[in-house]
Nanobody, 115 residues
Framework: VQLVESGGTLVQPGGSLRLSCAASGFSFSRYGMSWYRQAPGKEREFVAYISSAGGSTAYAASVKGRFTISRDNAKNTVILQMNSLKAEDTAVYYC?????????WGQGTQVTVSS
């Protein structure tokens, strides 16, 4: 199982950013996918979830209405579109899946929201 995040960078408050997670080594279309984030000095927290076929999504209250999770099962990719970014969105963002009760994480991508 391999998960590779990309798209993180420095962005100004109010800006937008699109994160991608490329998955390989498992039957991607059969599994739900999640995004988490970890800010400096804080615990890793849930951001968003999407079901295997993409028909069901869930969001943390702090990002609902600003972030959108989607997936392309033909390309084995999950996307996190982030709009109206705030300084408190600064964190390392990770994608995650669970196979046979085992959590698999990517290496993370840094998002910094600052003027």
């Amino acid at each position: 199982v391999q998960l590779v995040e990309s798209g993180g960078t420095l962005v100004q408050p109010g800006g937008s950013l699109r994160l991608s997670c490329a998955a390989s080594g498992f039957s991607f279309s059969r599994y739900g996918m999640s995004w988490y984030r970890q800010a400096p000095g804080k615990e890793r927290e849930f951001v968003a979830y999407i079901s295997s076929a993409g028909g069901s999504t869930a969001y943390a209250a702090s990002v609902k209405g600003r972030f959108t999770i989607s997936r392309d099962n033909a390309k084995n990719t999950v996307i996190l579109q982030m709009n109206s970014l705030k300084a408190e969105d600064t964190a390392v963002y990770y994608c995650k899946t669970v196979l046979a009760s085992t959590n698999y994480w990517g290496q993370g991508t840094q998002v910094t929201v600052s003027s």
